[in-house]
């Protein structure tokens, strides 16, 4: 039954590839509930690299089917496979100097970073001092677990004790409970190895209208005169965040020279 819900233009089409993620990008901007979720998260990123000091640049890891670009044009991207962004860019070594970074972004990336260790590190070389990683990242709320170890491709194991993860496939090899593990869980140790960045924020978000539009892996099945009901439906599920919300924004900062 679930294999009739799943999205038919993706059917065949390897992962990773040019044409998939343009396929993704198409669903995305022809979906309305879908367009309105990927609208307030790439608000939510920009809005975070407005409130780091100018100048620097701005640059989105593992881009993918992303329109970022779009809303900001002098957006450096890039992903770990080629022809799909600007540049080829494994967030692990990143070709910027030190210090010349003005924000990352990442949207459901970090759970595919085998080493985030080695990424804190090059982050923090290449940020500029109140810089930022802004990142959207999917969230440890009751039925986020129930969701993502039932009914997602990827893993989400949130009993792993340590942070890194075998990977042979960039696109499927990840932990889906990363973020919690490190930003939660560990959020001390986190905090003790990298005593130059702050966690600023793990900020639960809206959920109802992105899980009634399939994302990008089921069909849409929602008649466009359902949706301003269903935006409404959402406003007032909002206190059920903590129990359902899918998805939570990151944003950590590199200290200023005077707070380090």
């Known amino acids: 039954m679930l294999s009739l819900l799943k999205e038919p233009s993706l059917a065949g089409v390897p992962s990773g590839t040019q044409r998939f993620f343009t396929i993704q990008k198409n669903l995305i901007l022809n979906r309305p509930l879908l367009k309105r979720s990927y609208d307030d998260w790439y608000r939510r990123l920009l809005s975070d690299a407005a409130s780091a ?3 620097g640049v701005l640059l989105e890891l593992g881009s993918g089917g992303s329109y970022l670009k779009d809303l900001e044009p002098s957006l ?5 496979v080629a022809d799909v962004a600007d540049k080829v860019i494994d967030a692990r070594h990143m070709p910027f100097a030190d210090a010349s970074v003005r924000a990352l972004f990442l949207t459901h990336v970090f759970h595919h970073i085998p080493d985030v260790d080695a990424f804190f590190k090059e982050a923090e070389r290449v940020l500029k001092p ?7 990242e999917i969230a440890h709320t009751p039925f986020a677990r129930f969701f993502f170890r039932n009914f997602h491709h990827e893993p989400y194991d949130d009993s792993q004790r340590t942070w890194p993860f075998a990977q042979n496939d960039s696109m499927m090899d990840s932990n889906q409970a990363l973020s919690w593990i490190v930003f939660v869980r560990d959020r001390a140790e986190f905090e003790r190895k990298y005593p130059g960045l702050t966690l600023e924020l793990v900020e639960l978000m809206p959920w109802f209208t992105y899980f009634v539009s399939g994302g990008v892996t089921m069909r849409y099945l929602i008649p466009r005169c359902l949706n301003p009901l269903l935006v409404a439906i959402e406003y007032l599920l909002s206190p059920l965040a903590p129990l359902f919300s899918l998805y939570w924004q990151i944003r950590i900062r590199k200290k200023t020279q005077s707070a380090a």
């Open 53 to 55: 000091p100018p100048g």
């Open 76 to 80: 450096v991207t890039s992903d770990v």
């Open 130 to 136: 109140g810089g930022v990683i802004s990142m959207i």
